[in-house]
Protein backbone atom coordinates (compact mmCIF):
# COMPACT_ATOMS: atom_id res chain seq x y z
CA UNK A 1 0.00 0.00 0.00
CA UNK A 2 1.46 3.47 -0.85
CA UNK A 3 1.79 5.79 1.87
CA UNK A 4 2.77 9.03 2.11
CA UNK A 5 3.42 9.75 5.74
CA UNK A 6 3.60 13.94 6.57
CA UNK A 7 4.32 15.80 9.19
CA UNK A 8 2.55 16.75 12.71
CA UNK A 9 0.49 19.69 13.31
CA UNK A 10 1.93 23.05 13.60
CA UNK A 11 0.56 26.47 15.08
CA UNK A 12 2.17 29.65 14.20
CA UNK A 13 2.32 33.30 14.60
CA UNK A 14 1.32 35.33 11.03
CA UNK A 15 4.06 36.55 9.34
CA UNK A 16 5.95 33.55 10.22
CA UNK A 17 6.82 30.18 7.92
CA UNK A 18 6.35 26.62 8.25
CA UNK A 19 8.05 23.75 6.80
CA UNK A 20 5.89 20.44 6.00
CA UNK A 21 7.36 17.20 5.54
CA UNK A 22 5.87 14.26 3.10
CA UNK A 23 8.11 11.02 3.41
CA UNK A 24 7.35 8.67 0.70
CA UNK A 25 8.81 5.09 -0.70
CA UNK A 26 11.96 4.91 -2.83
CA UNK A 27 9.69 3.75 -5.71
CA UNK A 28 7.27 6.98 -5.08
CA UNK A 29 10.06 9.25 -5.25
CA UNK A 30 11.96 7.91 -8.00
CA UNK A 31 8.98 7.67 -10.22
CA UNK A 32 5.98 9.77 -9.20
CA UNK A 33 5.41 13.57 -9.55
CA UNK A 34 4.15 15.22 -5.80
CA UNK A 35 1.15 17.42 -5.64
CA UNK A 36 0.69 20.10 -2.55
CA UNK A 37 -2.48 20.92 -2.09
CA UNK A 38 -4.36 22.38 1.07
CA UNK A 39 -8.04 22.40 2.78
CA UNK A 40 -8.93 25.61 4.73
CA UNK A 41 -11.47 24.53 7.41
CA UNK A 42 -15.23 23.49 6.38
CA UNK A 43 -13.58 24.81 2.73
CA UNK A 44 -13.08 23.24 -0.84
CA UNK A 45 -9.50 22.10 -2.32
CA UNK A 46 -6.76 23.95 -3.75
CA UNK A 47 -3.50 23.41 -5.43
CA UNK A 48 -0.73 25.14 -4.46
CA UNK A 49 2.33 23.03 -6.70
CA UNK A 50 4.05 20.44 -7.98
CA UNK A 51 7.76 19.04 -7.78
CA UNK A 52 9.47 15.98 -9.18
CA UNK A 53 11.52 14.54 -6.51
CA UNK A 54 14.08 12.77 -8.86
CA UNK A 55 15.15 16.84 -10.59
CA UNK A 56 13.70 19.01 -7.99
CA UNK A 57 11.85 20.62 -11.05
CA UNK A 58 8.98 22.72 -9.35
CA UNK A 59 5.90 24.58 -10.71
CA UNK A 60 3.72 26.50 -8.56
CA UNK A 61 0.00 28.61 -8.54
CA UNK A 62 0.38 31.79 -9.22
CA UNK A 63 -1.28 32.25 -5.99
CA UNK A 64 1.24 31.31 -4.00
CA UNK A 65 4.58 32.40 -6.28
CA UNK A 66 6.88 34.20 -4.14
CA UNK A 67 5.80 32.53 -0.49
CA UNK A 68 5.49 28.67 -1.65
CA UNK A 69 8.89 26.83 -1.78
CA UNK A 70 9.00 22.78 -2.40
CA UNK A 71 12.21 20.69 -2.01
CA UNK A 72 13.11 17.58 -1.70
CA UNK A 73 15.49 15.58 0.41
CA UNK A 74 16.70 12.24 -1.83
CA UNK A 75 19.16 10.61 0.92
CA UNK A 76 15.76 10.40 2.69
CA UNK A 77 12.58 10.17 0.10
CA UNK A 78 11.16 13.21 1.50
CA UNK A 79 9.46 16.28 0.22
CA UNK A 80 9.28 19.51 1.97
CA UNK A 81 6.83 22.66 1.02
CA UNK A 82 7.52 25.75 3.27
CA UNK A 83 5.53 28.18 3.25
CA UNK A 84 6.57 31.95 4.66
CA UNK A 85 4.40 35.37 5.26
CA UNK A 86 1.65 33.00 7.05
CA UNK A 87 -1.68 34.98 7.64
CA UNK A 88 -4.81 33.76 9.47
CA UNK A 89 -6.06 32.99 5.58
CA UNK A 90 -3.46 29.88 5.79
CA UNK A 91 -5.26 28.23 8.64
CA UNK A 92 -5.48 24.72 7.04
CA UNK A 93 -4.77 21.30 6.25
CA UNK A 94 -2.01 20.71 4.06
CA UNK A 95 -1.77 17.52 2.30
CA UNK A 96 0.92 16.11 -0.02
CA UNK A 97 -0.80 14.16 -2.98
CA UNK A 98 0.98 11.86 -5.37
CA UNK A 99 0.46 12.12 -8.92
CA UNK A 100 -1.87 9.73 -10.61
CA UNK A 101 0.81 8.18 -13.24
CA UNK A 102 4.34 7.44 -13.13
CA UNK A 103 7.21 9.03 -14.99
CA UNK A 104 4.62 12.41 -16.48
CA UNK A 105 2.32 14.95 -14.89
CA UNK A 106 -1.28 15.15 -15.83
CA UNK A 107 -2.57 16.70 -12.88
CA UNK A 108 -4.52 14.34 -11.29
CA UNK A 109 -4.12 13.24 -6.94
CA UNK A 110 -3.91 9.46 -6.40
CA UNK A 111 -2.67 8.38 -2.76
CA UNK A 112 -2.63 11.67 -0.36
CA UNK A 113 -0.40 11.75 2.71
CA UNK A 114 -2.82 12.08 5.84
CA UNK A 115 -2.94 15.85 6.16
CA UNK A 116 -1.57 18.44 8.30
CA UNK A 117 -3.46 21.32 10.16
CA UNK A 118 -1.85 24.56 10.09
CA UNK A 119 -2.99 26.85 12.62
CA UNK A 120 -1.99 30.40 12.05
CA UNK A 121 -2.86 33.07 15.01
CA UNK A 122 -1.65 35.38 17.26
CA UNK B 1 -8.70 29.91 -13.73
CA UNK B 2 -10.91 27.26 -14.76
CA UNK B 3 -13.98 27.66 -12.05
CA UNK B 4 -15.94 23.94 -11.06
CA UNK B 5 -19.35 24.10 -10.18
CA UNK B 6 -20.75 20.90 -8.75
CA UNK B 7 -24.66 20.36 -8.04
CA UNK B 8 -26.40 19.66 -5.68
CA UNK B 9 -24.62 20.88 -2.83
CA UNK B 10 -25.73 18.43 -0.56
CA UNK B 11 -28.62 15.63 -1.64
CA UNK B 12 -29.69 12.31 0.27
CA UNK B 13 -30.60 9.37 -1.21
CA UNK B 14 -31.79 5.85 0.15
CA UNK B 15 -29.85 2.66 0.41
CA UNK B 16 -30.02 1.18 -3.14
CA UNK B 17 -30.95 3.78 -5.29
CA UNK B 18 -29.00 5.47 -7.31
CA UNK B 19 -27.10 8.88 -6.71
CA UNK B 20 -26.07 11.40 -9.14
CA UNK B 21 -24.02 14.34 -8.78
CA UNK B 22 -23.45 16.56 -11.96
CA UNK B 23 -20.19 18.83 -12.40
CA UNK B 24 -19.56 21.76 -14.73
CA UNK B 25 -16.69 23.52 -15.66
CA UNK B 26 -16.19 27.41 -17.23
CA UNK B 27 -14.15 26.02 -19.96
CA UNK B 28 -14.09 22.71 -22.33
CA UNK B 29 -11.90 20.10 -20.88
CA UNK B 30 -11.75 18.17 -23.89
CA UNK B 31 -8.15 17.90 -25.34
CA UNK B 32 -8.33 17.47 -29.02
CA UNK B 33 -5.06 15.82 -29.34
CA UNK B 34 -5.82 12.60 -27.51
CA UNK B 35 -10.24 13.29 -27.34
CA UNK B 36 -9.70 12.74 -23.31
CA UNK B 37 -11.30 14.64 -21.18
CA UNK B 38 -9.52 15.96 -18.35
CA UNK B 39 -11.41 16.19 -15.38
CA UNK B 40 -10.91 13.72 -11.99
CA UNK B 41 -13.14 12.63 -9.46
CA UNK B 42 -12.93 12.26 -5.35
CA UNK B 43 -14.42 10.56 -2.51
CA UNK B 44 -13.64 12.68 1.00
CA UNK B 45 -14.86 10.56 4.32
CA UNK B 46 -15.05 12.57 7.38
CA UNK B 47 -11.62 13.19 8.73
CA UNK B 48 -10.01 11.31 5.98
CA UNK B 49 -8.09 12.67 2.82
CA UNK B 50 -9.94 13.02 -0.33
CA UNK B 51 -9.62 9.60 -2.51
CA UNK B 52 -9.05 9.38 -6.01
CA UNK B 53 -12.36 7.83 -7.66
CA UNK B 54 -12.25 8.68 -11.59
CA UNK B 55 -9.88 10.19 -13.42
CA UNK B 56 -10.18 11.58 -17.66
CA UNK B 57 -13.84 11.51 -16.83
CA UNK B 58 -14.56 7.95 -17.04
CA UNK B 59 -12.09 5.61 -16.15
CA UNK B 60 -12.47 4.05 -12.83
CA UNK B 61 -8.80 4.31 -10.53
CA UNK B 62 -8.04 0.65 -9.55
CA UNK B 63 -9.55 -0.84 -6.70
CA UNK B 64 -12.88 1.83 -6.41
CA UNK B 65 -16.06 -0.45 -6.77
CA UNK B 66 -18.10 -0.50 -10.22
CA UNK B 67 -21.05 1.13 -8.96
CA UNK B 68 -18.78 4.85 -9.17
CA UNK B 69 -18.99 5.50 -12.75
CA UNK B 70 -18.30 8.42 -14.74
CA UNK B 71 -19.60 10.34 -17.39
CA UNK B 72 -19.87 14.17 -20.02
CA UNK B 73 -17.50 15.76 -22.33
CA UNK B 74 -16.40 19.09 -22.47
CA UNK B 75 -17.78 21.37 -19.75
CA UNK B 76 -20.86 18.88 -18.14
CA UNK B 77 -19.47 15.87 -16.29
CA UNK B 78 -21.44 13.76 -14.03
CA UNK B 79 -20.58 11.09 -11.54
CA UNK B 80 -23.09 8.25 -10.82
CA UNK B 81 -23.25 5.66 -7.93
CA UNK B 82 -25.73 3.44 -9.19
CA UNK B 83 -26.27 1.49 -6.13
CA UNK B 84 -26.05 3.62 -2.59
CA UNK B 85 -24.19 1.76 0.06
CA UNK B 86 -23.94 3.03 3.58
CA UNK B 87 -20.42 3.35 3.30
CA UNK B 88 -20.76 5.79 0.44
CA UNK B 89 -21.69 8.72 2.73
CA UNK B 90 -19.05 11.60 2.31
CA UNK B 91 -18.56 14.95 0.23
CA UNK B 92 -17.39 14.31 -3.32
CA UNK B 93 -15.47 16.45 -5.68
CA UNK B 94 -15.13 17.60 -9.19
CA UNK B 95 -11.82 18.62 -10.28
CA UNK B 96 -10.19 19.54 -13.54
CA UNK B 97 -6.16 18.37 -14.41
CA UNK B 98 -6.48 20.05 -17.82
CA UNK B 99 -5.46 23.32 -16.84
CA UNK B 100 -2.86 24.73 -13.95
CA UNK B 101 -3.64 26.27 -11.39
CA UNK B 102 -5.68 22.80 -10.90
CA UNK B 103 -9.10 23.34 -9.14
CA UNK B 104 -11.61 21.79 -7.67
CA UNK B 105 -15.48 22.08 -7.50
CA UNK B 106 -16.96 23.45 -4.15
CA UNK B 107 -17.80 19.30 -3.09
CA UNK B 108 -21.41 18.18 -2.81
CA UNK B 109 -22.36 16.38 0.52
CA UNK B 110 -23.99 12.71 0.05
CA UNK B 111 -26.11 11.12 3.05
CA UNK B 112 -28.31 8.52 3.83
CA UNK B 113 -32.33 8.87 3.22
Known amino acids: QVQLVQSGAAVKKPGASVNISCKTS????????IHWLRQAPGQGLEWMGVVNPRGGGTSYAQKFQGRVIMTRDTSTSTLYMELSSLRSEDTAVYYCAREGLSGTWYGWFGPWGQGTLVTVSS | DIVMTQSPGSMAVSLGERATITCKSS????????????LAWYQQKSGQPPKLLIY???TRESGVPDRFSGSGSGTDFTLTISSLQAEDVAVYFC?????????FGQGTTLEIK
Open chain 2, 56 to 58: WAS
Open chain 2, 95 to 103: QQHYFTPYT
Open chain 1, 26 to 33: RDTFNNYH
Open chain 2, 27 to 38: QSLLYSSNNKNY
